[in-house]
């Protein structure tokens, strides 16, 4: 991977708002790492720290960066996931929904699937979630999550 500067309106944007949660030393080290690192690492530099803000009890915190850097890079995958995943861990399934349609249709994949079969079995939605839990299968079919809501959808019947 070519080793490129940070988008600097990007690196500045998170590094502000890192700040602004009163994260100093997470964005000092956003700076520093970013600028030693290629747009995809940078990326997943931003997803280790709406991880580590999640896991602090700050989830909103969390959303904002990831919001953030979704707006600046909408077609990349993995922060489509972990902003999807966000918003089911609080709730808000249909925010989580849309964004997993959106994966779909972008870069189809298991995890994207999954997600859309456990909002529909959340929803009581029985016949629907296991059309999508088969199409997650299709693209990884050892996903455990996959087979075990699968199971227990076929244990119900």
């Known amino acids: 991977a070519r080793i ?3 988008d600097a309106p990007l690196a500045e944007e998170i590094g502000s708002l890192l700040r602004q949660l009163k994260r100093p030393l997470e964005a000092s ?8 690192q290629d747009e995809k690492d940078q990326v997943t530099l931003i997803d280790s ?4 803000l999640n896991e602090s009890q700050q989830g909103e915190d969390a959303e904002r960066l990831l919001a953030t850097a ?8 993995g922060l489509l996931l972990r902003l999807a995943h966000l ?15 959106q994966i779909v249709n972008l870069a189809p994949n298991a995890e994207a699937y999954v997600g859309l ?11 629907k979630a296991r059309q999508w839990l088969l199409r997650g299968l299709h693209y990884d079919p050892y996903n455990v999550k996959a087979l075990q ?9």
């Open 70 to 77: 979704v707006d600046r890079h909408p077609r990349e995958i």
């Open 87 to 101: 918003f089911l861990q609080q709730g808000r399934r249909k925010d989580a929904r849309r964004l997993f349609e």
């Open 149 to 157: 809501a699968l199971q227990g959808i076929y244990q119900q019947t």
């Open 29 to 36: 080290e956003y700076f520093r790492s970013a600028r030693s």
């Open 117 to 127: 079969g456990e909002i529909a079995l959340d929803e009581g939605a029985t016949t």
């Open 49 to 52: 720290f709406a991880d580590t």
């Open 4 to 6: 490129t500067p940070p």
